[in-house]
């Protein structure tokens, strides 16, 4: 049997050799040894540890997974801010940055001398913060709002990526390292295929999955996650050695074993950053995981002191981003889909392609015209583009491959999920099916329109209890949603008696609404939330909404001759207002009001638009707010706006309201604007309850 001495010399041999190991495979990406060498390795240690529990060591890759789930996560508030960066769209937007940098900085104009950049890609994930005391990591955090975020430890320790140890003899007392945390597109890939087998939900995207398994109580699941790790910066340190710029930064922080991406290098001046753009732009698409742009960052930290910060963004960096991805594939046939007012959209069945982080196998053609527009047929081989969580569209066709059996598609004259009619008037782009809510693609659209978050908030019935619903011929008109009961529920297939129960709970909870939300969920053509809020604002209540004549309706704000006629055409369907009046009788209600034009609040008539990410208030809670002061939502800045409410990661809107001189206020701008008489604009605002607010 193993004394003890002995025992503790192997554990802290084979400690460190997996930690190699680990470092080799996840920073390097050049593995040492094979699966089989290492779970060797990986069992000897556990079965030493067995034997001599006093010798496991925090830093053991045994200890990186285990304890309990979590009931919450803890809140963590960070030693040194986790500050965004502003954008830069295209080259002019990073011409003027440097320009401001090499002013700030007193560069003479006309010189020769260039700023130096330290350049790397901006990985598309989740922002964290690794602390390690004395060399050993001993907290991980999410971002949340740059000044706090959550603890995630538990999680961020299931990384192998992630060092549990500093890779150095004499280890700072305090060193917070701040990076990325992704999931590499082959990974991502391979997770989905497995969840699909499992049934279980699809994530859209590399960085949806990413944010999925760092949040997870359980670390068990997150291990389970193929997650890795890129860092790209230090926060707050004690006792580090001296660095005197980012690329020192990045190179200690290689030297400690942490993965920092080889894309990374220093340029000067703007030409540098541009060719960089281009370099790195050529390579994206092979690259293994998912970047949106490339930041630069003044290398010097003494130039980087000098610049500082403005609002929540470091002068002295900036992301420049790339625009939508795209990549060619096969047209294998052209389908059409049924929208919820009955839309035939044309729908291209793609050859699957990996275009901006996802596989695509459908894309949309648009519409008729467009497809006639950019001829696209059947064994074409298109370019389609992709960008966030945008719907994949086909830009053009290449036609130099275009085979001769390449064929035309004709729109189908009746639809396919109904058999009626397909109409399309002769002055619009869209054709439509006829058939109403007789169509079950529309019934079923209109269904989970009406449940929607910002319409009846029904949680539980999304698309695929609508699609059964209908299926099972439960739910012929809207109001029959109400009817149902918690046995018919718990009938169908894949639903147990708990979540019906839970549906039915929804529903009921439902019906106390407000009249902004029904008329929006009603899914009136050309009535967004936008305009439901405005006619529950001028009407307060639904009778007068229905008496109302094209007169009454062209005179709110916003509406205009499409809307009215949209409304007046819903409204004179005897069905809809049976299905209203129905809905209504099972309990369907709201707070009516007298119904006063505007509020009149301290911003009557004031337009404000709101860019980035506010630190306290959801971009919905401050529309409410600013809505219910009288102010006006819009979605892009011109002369006509008299305020800017800027939070973190600011774009475009930013700049365009500096040269426009639009007054530019933040979060605590507009709370204050706000509490200047907000007594007055509450009671005032036509409002019966004071919640309703922050609905
Ligand atoms: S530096 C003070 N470098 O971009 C600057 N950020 O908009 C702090 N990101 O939340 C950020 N790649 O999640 C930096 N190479 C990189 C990055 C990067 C991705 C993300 C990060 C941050 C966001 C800032």
Request: proline share 4%.
């Amino acid at each position: 049997m193993l004394d003890l001495d002995a025992a503790r010399k192997q554990v802290t041999q084979l400690v460190s050799e997996i930690a190699r190991h680990d470092y080799q495979y996840y920073a390097l990406d050049a593995p040492s040894l094979s699966d089989n060498e290492y779970d060797g390795l990986y069992r000897q240690l556990v079965g030493l540890e067995q034997q001599f529990p006093e010798l496991i060591t925090p830093d053991s890759p045994t200890q990186r997974v285990g304890g309990l789930a979590l009931n919450a996560f803890e809140s963590v508030t960070h030693r040194q801010a986790m500050l965004s960066l502003n954008n830069a769209f295209g080259d002019d937007e990073l011409l003027a940055f440097d320009k401001r940098v090499r002013d700030s900085l007193g560069f003479e104009k006309g010189a020769g001398e260039q700023v130096a950049y330290a350049v790397e890609p901006k990985f598309d994930g989740l922002a964290i913060t690794l602390t390690y005391e004395n060399g050993l990591f001993t907290q991980g955090a999410t971002r949340g709002d740059g000044y706090a975020g959550e603890n995630v430890t538990h999680n961020l320790r299931t990384i192998r990526a992630i060092p549990t140890k500093l890779n150095v003899e004499n280890p700072p007392s305090l060193l917070e390292v701040r990076g990325e945390v992704l999931m590499l597109k082959r990974d991502f890939e391979q997770l989905n295929a497995t969840q699909e087998k499992l049934g279980a939900k699809l994530f859209a995207n590399p960085r949806n999955a990413a944010a999925g398994s760092l949040r997870q109580l359980d670390a068990k699941i997150s291990a389970s996650r193929p997650l890795h790790f890129f860092a790209y910066g230090l926060g707050e340190t004690a006792g580090a050695p001296m660095l005197n710029s980012h690329s020192d930064a990045m190179k200690y922080l290689a030297d400690l074993h942490f993965p920092v991406s080889d894309l990374r290098a220093t340029k000067q001046g703007a030409a540098g950053l541009l060719a960089y753009f281009k370099e790195i732009g050529a390579k994206r698409a092979a690259l293994p995981f998912e970047i949106d742009g490339v930041v630069y960052k003044v290398n010097q930290f003494s130039q980087q002191n000098e610049l500082g910060f403005i609002a929540r963004a470091p002068r002295w960096a900036i992301a420049h981003k790339y625009p939508a991805e795209e990549a060619t594939t096969l047209v294998e046939g052209i389908a059409v889909q049924v929208g919820r007012t009955g839309a035939i959209t044309p729908v291209a069945r793609l050859k699957a392609v990996f275009v901006g982080g996802v596989t695509v196998t459908n894309a949309t053609l648009h519409n008729e015209d467009e497809l006639k527009r950019k001829d696209i047929r059947i064994g074409d081989i298109v370019i389609v583009r992709r960008a966030g969580d945008v719907i994949p569209e086909v830009v053009a066709v290449d036609i130099a491959q275009r085979p001769i059996t390449a064929r035309i598609f004709s729109m189908p004259t009746v639809c396919p999920e109904c058999g009626s009619h397909i109409e399309r008037p002769a002055d619009e782009a869209v054709a439509r099916c006829t058939g109403g809510l007789f169509c079950p693609a529309q019934r079923k659209q209109a269904i989970t329109h009406f449940a929607s978050r910002r319409a009846l908030d029904i949680e539980g019935l999304g698309e695929k209890l609508a699609d059964q619903l209908v299926e099972a011929n439960l739910v012929h008109s809207l109001d029959d949603i109400y009817k149902l009961d918690v046995a018919t529920l718990a009938n169908l297939e894949r639903m147990a008696q708990k979540s019906a129960q839970n549906v039915i709970g929804a529903l009921a909870k439902s019906k106390h609404t407000t009249l902004a939300r029904f008329i929006y969920g009603l899914g009136i053509r050309n009535v967004g939330e936008a305009t439901a809020k405005d006619l529950a604002a001028h009407f307060g209540g639904l009778q007068a909404l229905l008496d109302a004549d094209s007169g009454v309706l062209l005179a709110i704000n916003d509406v205009g001759p499409i809307v009215a006629e949209s409304i007046l055409q819903f409204l004179s369907e005897p069905h809809n207002i049976q299905v209203i009046a129905s809905m209504q009788n099972l309990g369907v209600q709201w707070p009516e009001t007298a119904g006063k034009k505007r509020a009149a609040g301290v911003l009557l008539g004031k337009v404000l638009v709101l860019t980035g990410t506010l630190p306290n208030l959801s971009r919905d809670a401050a529309q409410a707010l600013i809505e219910a002061a009288g102010g006006k939502m819009s979605g892009s800045v011109s002369k006509k706006t008299d305020y800017v409410v800027a939070g973190a990661e600011a774009g475009s809107k930013l700049e365009k309201a500096q040269d426009l001189k639009v007054a530019i206020i933040d979060e605590a701008g507009l709370l204050s604007l706000l509490a200047t008489n907000s007594s007055q604009a509450a009671s005032d605002s036509g409002t019966k309850t004071q919640t309703t607010l922050f609905e």
